[in-house]
């Protein structure tokens, strides 16, 4: 029989050659997580919590799903009831005047993702083993100036998903160099990913499966709204090869605090599939550059641009020369709305080829697929189990 000892090493000796598959490309080219450090499996939720928030550089591997929805107790919680459709309409917490015009009821929710989520500090890989590891009932933080990280091939699910403010899936805000990877995301209370109003500097979001598949929705459709806002102050952000299913709005919103903020987005060659609201959503200070993305069964793709937002959205071969004329060495991949979607405004403003949107080699490096490649490519690649 093995000495506790002796299992104990040959554990660390398997999971030392774990780390991240691949290498970032755009604005979180440079994310190297905790690097070569020997990759471990935590042994309980509280070890996991340790581990991420702590000062050492680590590569953490998780084998399972660590449960957190009982971890930290409930509260009680005033919400409100805006939406009166049937079935199973979501409620939202009473807060920033949410329910100001509502009856408010009290509910008992779980302080996991409500109000203790997981810290991550800097130098840090989250890792996922095989298609069955993750965290449920409690989401990421990833603030507070941290830097160098990487959360790859986890799911994230089943945070108070009935409850409009129950949790976001992973905040990045005043954080650089991040790398979010390979991921599933579904049953959220909140947002699947937001970057808050501090910057998120030198970020990628690549290859995720962001579920909108809901039992609790705005609509009573089963489409999750509340999809992906990005709203900092100085984000510079690579949103590539994912696919956004079955959400109803928020796919992605975008804009700042401020119409002197500025945000900067390249958002490319994703699919954007059965969403019954809308996908783009472009506010204040946004400078977009979208290309090479496929909108399939999409209510309408683009539900407006601020006047003091900014978007370079090509859909002809005559739109795609705005890369050429802009120096970036190469054209712009065309977007493709198919006929079960709705029509988008025409949005070429070339004002974001001011923006290092045009200079960074993050963006002019960062060749597109063609479009027509997208769809297959996306739902053959996106989420968790298909790096290992």
């Not at 509280?46 to 050492?56: C, F, G, R």
């Not at 990005?230 to 700042?256: E, I, K, M």
């Not at 958002?267 to 809308?278: C, L």
């Not at 054209?331 to 290092?356: A, H, K, M, Q």
Request: hydrophobic share 35%.
């Amino acid at each position: 029989m093995l000495s506790a000892a002796k299992f104990s090493a040959l554990t660390l000796s398997f999971v030392s050659s774990a780390y991240a598959i691949g290498t970032a490309v755009g604005f979180g080219k440079s994310t190297t997580g905790g690097g070569s450090a020997t990759a471990q499996v935590p042994s309980s939720n509280a070890e996991l919590a340790t581990w991420l928030s702590d000062s050492t550089a680590r590569v953490i591997q998780l084998n399972s799903i660590y449960d957190f929805t009982s971890t930290y107790g409930t509260s009680s919680v005033s919400v409100c009831s805006p939406w009166t459709c049937t079935p199973n309409p979501q409620s939202i917490v009473a807060t920033l005047g949410a329910c100001d015009s509502y009856t408010t009821r009290t509910v008992t929710m779980n302080n996991a993702g409500y109000s203790t989520n997981l810290k991550v500090g800097s130098n840090k890989t989250l890792l996922g083993k095989g298609s069955s590891a993750g965290i449920k009932g409690i989401g990421l933080k990833i603030q507070d100036g941290v830097s160098n990280i990487i959360i790859q091939n986890i799911k994230i699910t089943d945070i108070n998903h009935q409850y409009v403010w129950g949790g976001d899936g992973i905040l990045i805000s005043n954080a650089t160099n991040v790398w979010i990877d390979h991921n599933y995301f579904n049953r959220v209370g909140r947002q699947f990913l937001t970057t808050g109003f501090g910057n998120a500097k030198g970020v990628t979001i690549s290859n995720n499966y962001f579920d909108g598949t809901a039992t609790w929705s705005t609509g009573c459709d089963n489409h999750h709204y509340w999809g992906i806002i990005l709203a900092g102050q100085g984000d510079t952000v690579t949103f590539v090869n994912n696919w956004l299913y079955y959400t109803a709005g928020r796919s992605p919103h975008t804009g700042g605090q401020a119409s002197t903020d500025t945000l900067l987005y390249h958002f490319v060659n994703n699919y954007i599939s059965s969403n019954t609201g809308h996908a783009l959503d472009i506010g204040q200070g946004t400078r977009m550059l979208a290309e090479g993305n496929y909108f399939a069964s999409v209510k309408t793709p683009i539900a407006g641009v601020d006047t003091n937002g900014h978007l370079y959205f090509p859909t002809t071969v005559n739109d795609a020369y705005g890369c050429s004329n802009a120096n970036m060495g190469r054209y712009c991949e065309w977007n493709r709305i198919d006929s079960s979607s709705g029509t988008p405004g025409t949005y070429l403003d070339t004002s974001v080829f001011s923006t290092i949107l045009a200079t960074d080699s993050s963006v002019k490096g960062l060749t597109p697929k063609g479009v027509a490649d997208v769809p297959a490519y996306v739902q053959a690649n996106a989420g968790v189990g298909k790096v290992n």
